[in-house]
């Protein structure tokens, strides 16, 4: 996904008007990742397939290992995922 806006596409508020044959999306939640990247995932219920997108940031200078090893676990998946469609 390309974009320079995080929410461009990716609108986990809006609701699908027919789900009868999958094609909507679903919004999982991620562990907090705010400080290191902004990370958005959607998941389409027909063929799970994942959507991702990955926005950096400036890791703050008292970056903590919890936050760091919080980034890696979702990062991780989301690579794996990406490996499976």
Do not use: C
């Amino acid at each position: 996904m390309t974009g320079s806006e995080p929410d461009a596409r990716m609108e986990p508020h809006r609701q699908a008007e027919n789900r009868q044959d999958g094609m909507f999306y679903v919004f999982p939640e991620l562990p907090e990742t705010v400080d290191v990247a902004m990370v958005k995932l959607a998941i389409r219920m027909a063929d799970l397939q994942m959507v991702t997108a990955i926005f950096p940031g400036d890791a703050p200078a008292d970056l903590d290992k919890e936050q760091w090893n919080s980034f890696w676990q979702v990062w991780n998946v989301l690579q794996v995922g990406e490996g499976m469609g």
